[in-house]
């Protein structure tokens, strides 16, 4: 991922991960900006960025996550 804005950096920081290969790839800068400052409002992760490092899902960003 390229420079983080400041709320997925904000994301980050609180939770210890990035957002999902998928998230960083079909939403655009906006959507992934609203999502993680949602997320660190409620105080919870995103389950999907959270758990992508243990879910297989058969395609090749897989890869990322060995």
Known sequence: ???????????????????AAEAEKYLTPMELDRQAQEAVGKGEPIPEWRDRATTKTGTLLDNLYK
């Open 1 to 19: 991922m390229a420079e983080l804005s400041p709320s997925v950096q904000a994301y980050l920081d609180l939770f210890g991960h990035e957002p």
